[in-house]
């Protein structure tokens, strides 16, 4: 890999999606912080159909707080893996409410501090609601990193060290939404649309269609 490959890559990935945007709809780092915890394990169009009506009952991380589990478990239903994410939110609720005057705090590892809160929860929103620089491997990062060999791990933790050592920094939010967005729209998991993908002459990926 090298650095001038990378940037080529990154460079031409930039120019087809110019305004890459997180698809999870939020209005304050509370929901997106509830949303991304949803997201888990489910697309993020499902999560939006459920926090539409969720961010209309809870409105703080107190309210979430004071959820009753089941009920809460019934209106996340529909995003999978209910019961856990569920304790989850609720148990990082509480944690915001004891700890953070019900405010999502703005460092790595103060959310790394909240139940239901991992480094791709934390970086998405450090990146995106707190203006720094973050690398968040959500499955479409992995995928595409992997597939234009700019990662080897399994474990999206160590992507994101692998991924920092190449992107620089002040590209690493911008980068994460540039490959999130590729993976979505062209870079796909089951059939890649690699006809139709601007880095296609620099992949080397064994899943490539042509
Ligand atoms: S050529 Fe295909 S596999 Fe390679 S990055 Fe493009 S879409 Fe993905």
């Not at 405010?103 to 720094?132: H, Y």
């Amino acid at each position: 890999m090298t650095e001038e490959r990378t940037r080529k890559i990154l460079s031409l990935l930039e120019k087809a999606y110019p305004d890459p945007k997180l698809i999870l709809r939020y209005k304050n780092p509370l929901e997106l912080l509830i949303a991304t915890i949803l997201a888990a394990q489910c697309t993020d169009e499902r999560v939006n159909k459920v926090t539409e009506i969720l961010f209309t009952k809870y409105k703080s991380a107190k309210e979430y707080a004071f959820a009753q589990q089941d009920v809460f478990e019934q209106e996340i239903r529909p995003t999978g893996f209910y019961r856990n994410k569920a304790k989850n939110i609720i148990a990082c609720a509480k944690a915001l409410e004891e700890r953070f005057h019900g405010k999502v705090p703005e460092t790595m590892e103060e959310l790394l501090t909240l139940p239901g809160v991992g480094r791709k929860t934390a970086s998405v929103l450090l990146g995106n609601v707190f203006g720094k620089q973050a690398i968040a491997v959500d499955t479409h990062v992995f995928r595409v990193s992997h597939r234009l060999d700019f990662a080897k791990f399994n474990n999206p933790d160590k992507v994101e060290i692998e991924l920092c050592r190449i992107i620089p920094q002040k590209k690493w939010t911008q980068s994460c939404l540039v490959m999130g967005t590729h993976g979505r729209l062209t870079c796909i998991a089951r059939k890649p649309l690699c006809k139709e993908c601007v880095v296609e002459k620099l992949c080397n990926s064994k899943d490539k269609i042509v």
